[in-house]
């Protein structure tokens, strides 16, 4: 399986496909990468890992991090995603009343 972007750790093992469709109405209303990158430097820092320009790098280290010092890699992935917002912010649930007009 070929991704474009080097997060060895969601191929690896056991893979579950999922599919995101979208036509990109949401990019004004949801968290960017951007937005999540300055969320991911703290918690990378407070980890003592190093900085890294790329996103998905920097969390492949935090999570390898974290499953080095005892977490299992869905406790590591939970435990990221609560850091970084994903489980606080109703964004990430499609709960923004964006105008759905034609998706009936």
Same mark, same amino acid.
């Given at each position: 399986? +070929?991704?474009?972007?080097? %997060?060895?750790?969601?191929? $690896?093992? /056991?893979?579950?496909?999922?599919?995101?469709?979208? +036509?990109? %109405?949401?990019?004004?209303?949801?968290?960017?990468?951007?937005?999540?990158?300055?969320?991911?430097? #703290?918690?990378?820092?407070?980890?003592? $890992?190093?900085?890294?320009?790329?996103?998905?790098?920097?969390? #492949?280290?935090?999570?390898?991090?974290? +499953? +080095?010092?005892?977490?299992?890699?869905? *406790?590591? /992935?939970?435990?990221?995603? *609560? $850091?970084?917002?994903?489980?606080?912010?109703?964004?990430?649930?499609? $709960?923004?009343?964006?105008?759905?007009?034609?998706?009936?």
């Amino acid at each position: 399986m +070929t991704i474009p972007h080097q %997060f060895p750790s969601l191929v $690896e093992g /056991r893979t579950q496909a999922v599919l995101i469709a979208g +036509t990109g %109405f949401s990019t004004p209303n949801a968290p960017t990468v951007g937005v999540l990158k300055i969320k991911l430097d #703290e918690i990378a820092h407070n980890l003592g $890992e190093g900085p890294d320009d790329d996103f998905y790098k920097l969390a #492949e280290l935090v999570l390898n991090n974290l +499953t +080095t010092n005892g977490k299992s890699d869905s *406790e590591s /992935r939970l435990w990221l995603a *609560e $850091e970084l917002g994903m489980l606080d912010d109703r964004r990430w649930f499609g $709960e923004i009343g964006l105008p759905l007009s034609g998706n009936r």
